[in-house]
C-alpha cells in the first residue's frame, strides 16, 4: 500500500508531453490493476458462491421425512441418519438434528446427481474458454461465463418446482459458464499483473473462490432459515447483477484498452512483462513441446491432486461436520465458514509474504511456487488424517480442519500462478488444460464419498477417506517440488522474426530479471 501511494505522487509529475485535459494533473490514485484484481475477486465469489449456495440450500429443499420413510420401505433399514456405537459414544442423539422438511423427495442419488451436474458443464470448457479468451475477449468470456451463472440461479427456485430434470439441465449451463472463468481469469492477471506482484495479484484474485465460500454458506443458511430456500437464489442473484454492471464498466481487456489507466501504470506494466500488447502477433501453440513438458506435467498434477482435497473439503466439510462432530444446520452453516475465512487470511498474507522475499532477489520464482504448494499440500494432509483420531473432541476436530483449509490457501501462489511464469501467452489455455484434469476430483470426490459412507456414516469410513487424500497430497508435494519450474520455458519465448528486438530484449530481461 505504502508504494502505491509513492506511485500516485509519482503520477502527478508529467512523464512527458501530456494533453492538460488528461490525468497526470487529477492523478488516478487507485491502480487500474488493483479495481481489476478486487472485481475479478468478486466475480469468483459469485461464481464459487452460486456454485456451493446449493450444497446448504438442498438441506432446506429436501423432505427428509419422505426421504426416510421410502429408505426404510425399500427395506433400507440402515437409514443413512441412523446411529451407529461410535456415534453413540458421543452422546448425541441424531434425530435431535431436526432438519425442517423442504419440498422435494429427492433420495441421496438424486442430490448426489443435482450437485455433482454442474461439473459436468465445467470440464467441457475449460480448454475452449482459455483458447477464446487468448484470441478475443477475456474480460467479456469472463464476465459473459459469470452472467449465465447468476442467470441460472435466479431460474433454479422454478427449476426445481418443475423437475430435478430440469434443475440438472440448468446446473450444466451454469457449470459450462463457469468452466470459462478461471482460464479467462488466468489470461488478465497474464496482461494485467507485474511479475513482481504476481502471487499478491493471483491470491487477491483467486482467494475469491474461498471468499465466495466463506460468505455464501452462513448467507445462505440465514436466507433459508430466516426467509425461505428459494430467497437464497433469488437475493444472491439479484446483488451478483450489480457487480456485472462493474465489471463491464471498470475492466478491460489490457492496459492498453484502458480508457483511464493512467499513462505511468501503463508504462509500469507493459514494461515488467515486455511486449505483451494487444498489437503484438498471436502465437501458435506448440502443442508437442507443451505435451513432453514436465513443469506443465507437474502443473497439472498438482492442480489435479490439490483439488480432490479442496473439494473434499468443500463440498464433504458440511457433511463431516453434520454426520460425525454432530453440528446442527444452523451452526453448522457459520461454523464451515471459519476454516474458509483463516485460509483467506493466510493466503494474503503468504502471497505478500513471497512477493517481498521475490522482489529481495532472496528466493527465485521456482522457489517460491514450490515452497508454495509445498505449504498448500503436506499440512493439509496430515491435518485431515489427524482429524480421525481425535474422537469427540470437537473443538480439536475443528481446530485441525481450520488448520487444513487454511494452508491450502498456499496453492493461489503455487502451482495456481504458475502457468503464466512458464508460459505467459498461453497462460488461459494452459490453465483450460491443467484445469481440465482438476475438475475430475470435482466430479468423483462426491460418488467415492457417497460410495464409502452409503448408510456407513462413520470414523472409520472418513478415515478411510482422508488416508486416501493424504497419499494423493503426498503424491503432489514430490511430484511437483522434483519437476516444477518458475521459468519461462523455450517453447514459449517469441520468436525472434515474430516480433521487434526491443520487445525481445525486454523479455529477455525480465527473464533474467526472475531467475
Ligand atoms: C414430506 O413428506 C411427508 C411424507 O411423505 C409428508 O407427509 C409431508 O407433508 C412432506 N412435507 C413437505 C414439507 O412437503
Not at 494452459?430 to 448408510?455: D, E, K, Q, R
Amino acid at each position: 500500500m505504502e508504494s502505491e501511494s509513492k506511485k500516485c505522487k509519482e503520477e502527478s509529475q508529467p512523464l512527458k508531453a501530456v494533453p492538460d485535459n488528461q490525468e497526470p494533473h487529477k492523478p488516478d490514485c487507485v491502480a487500474s490493476r488493483w479495481i481489476f484484481a478486487v472485481l475479478g475477486c468478486v466475480g469468483f465469489m459469485i461464481v464459487y458462491g452460486l456454485k456451493v449456495n446449493l450444497s446448504v440450500a438442498i438441506i432446506a429443499m429436501v423432505n427428509h421425512t419422505a426421504v426416510l420413510s421410502a429408505n426404510e420401505e425399500s427395506g433400507d433399514h440402515h437409514a443413512v441418519v441412523a446411529t451407529n456405537d461410535s456415534e453413540n459414544a458421543c452422546g448425541v442423539e441424531e434425530h435431535e438434528e431436526n432438519l425442517d422438511d423442504g419440498p422435494f423427495a429427492w433420495d441421496e442419488n438424486v442430490q448426489g446427481v443435482v450437485l455433482a451436474s454442474y461439473f459436468y458443464g465445467y470440464i467441457l470448457t475449460q480448454v475452449g474458454g482459455g483458447w477464446v479468451a487468448e484470441n478475443m475477449s477475456a474480460k467479456h468470456v469472463f464476465g459473459g461465463g459469470a452472467l449465465l451463472n447468476i442467470l441460472g440461479a435466479l431460474l433454479t427456485p422454478v427449476a426445481a418446482k418443475g423437475s430435478y430434470i430440469v434443475v440438472i439441465a440448468l446446473r450444466i449451463l451454469m457449470g459450462i459458464g463457469g468452466g470459462v472463468t478461471l482460464p479467462a481469469m488466468h489470461v488478465l492477471i497474464a496482461k494485467w499483473a507485474p511479475p513482481s506482484e504476481r502471487s499478491k495479484i493471483a491470491s487477491t484474485v483467486y482467494a475469491g473462490m474461498t471468499l465466495g465460500t466463506l460468505v455464501t454458506m452462513p448467507f445462505s443458511g440465514l436466507l433459508a432459515a430466516t426467509i425461505n430456500w428459494e430467497s437464497i437464489f433469488y437475493v444472491q442473484g439479484a446483488l451478483s447483477i450489480l457487480w456485472y454492471v462493474l465489471w463491464l464498466f471498470f475492466v478491460y481487456d489490457s492496459p492498453s484498452q484502458h480508457p483511464r489507466i493512467s499513462r505511468s501504470e501503463r508504462q509500469m506494466i507493459e514494461s515488467s512483462i515486455g511486449g505483451g500488447s494487444p498489437d503484438a502477433p498471436k502465437m501458435k501453440i506448440p502443442w508437442k513441446s507443451v505435451w513432453t513438458s514436465m513443469p506443465v506435467f507437474a502443473i497439472i498434477v498438482a492442480h489435479t491432486c490439490s483439488n480432490w482435497g479442496w473439494y473434499m473439503l468443500l463440498v464433504k466439510l458440511p457433511t463431516y461436520m453434520r454426520y460425525i462432530l454432530k453440528f446442527d444446520i444452523k451452526s453448522n452453516a457459520g461454523l464451515s465458514a471459519v476454516p474458509f475465512l483463516c485460509m483467506w487470511v493466510f493466503t494474503m498474507l503468504f502471497a505478500s509474504l513471497l512477493d517481498f522475499l521475490l522482489s529481495k532477489n532472496i528466493i527465485t520464482t521456482t522457489v517460491a511456487r514450490k515452497l508454495a504448494t509445498s505449504v498448500a499440500s503436506v499440512p493439509p494432509a496430515i491435518c485431515l488424517v489427524l482429524v480421525t483420531y481425535v474422537g469427540c473432541n470437537t473443538e480439536l476436530a475443528v481446530v485441525l480442519l481450520t488448520l487444513g483449509t487454511m494452508f491450502i490457501g498456499g496453492m493461489y501462489s503455487g502451482f495456481l500462478a504458475n502457468h503464466i511464469d512458464i508460459a505467459p501467452p498461453f497462460a488461459g489455455t494452459l490453465m483450460g488444460i491443467s484445469n481440465t484434469f482438476a475438475t475430475l476430483p470435482g466430479i468423483a470426490v462426491p460418488s467415492i464419498v457417497g460410495a464409502i459412507t452409503h448408510n456407513n456414516q462413520t470414523v472409520e469410513a472418513w478415515r478411510l477417506i482422508f488416508y486416501i487424500t493424504l497419499g494423493i497430497f503426498l503424491f503432489e508435494f514430490i511430484f511437483y517440488v522434483i519437476f516444477a519450474s518458475g521459468e519461462l520455458q523455450e517453447w514459449a519465448k517469441p520468436k525472434s522474426e515474430e516480433r521487434n528486438a526491443g520487445e525481445h530484449r525486454l523479455l529477455e530481461k525480465n527473464e533474467s530479471n526472475k531467475a
